[in-house]
């Protein structure tokens, strides 16, 4: 099992971004995935989440409004397109799969003027 986050990058405040995460050797059709991030010196903490259809999600209350969690089952990939960026969104945000307790290596959100 393998996921493989991209997308990240340098953004400045009020810049949108769009994560991928595609996932190989697990079918995410019926599972439901998460997107975490970490800041320097902080805990990871989960940002967003979403069913296996894509009819519920949840969110971090800091990030209610302007992140959306979404995910294509046909191509076996989860997004978090990330908008109204702040520099406290800086981060390394990591996919998530729950089911078989896997991450994949990350991509860096940096958001800075």
């Known amino acids: 099992v393998q996921l493989v986050e991209s997308g990240g990058g340098l953004v400045q405040p009020g810049g949108s971004l769009r994560l991928s995460c595609v996932v190989s050797g697990f079918r995410i059709s019926y599972y439901g995935m998460s997107w975490y991030r970490q800041a320097p010196g902080k805990e990871r903490e989960l940002v967003a989440s979403?069913?296996?259809?894509?009819?519920?999600?949840n969110y971090a209350d800091s990030v209610k409004g302007r992140f959306t969690i979404s995910r294509d089952n046909t191509k076996n990939t989860v997004y978090l397109q990330i908008d109204s960026l702040k520099p406290e969104d800086t981060a390394v945000y990591y996919c998530?799969?729950?089911?078989?307790?896997?991450w994949g290596q990350g991509t860096q959100v940096t958001v800075s003027s």
């Open positions: 979403i069913t296996s259809g894509g009819g519920i999600t």
């Open positions: 998530y799969a729950p089911r078989v307790a896997r």
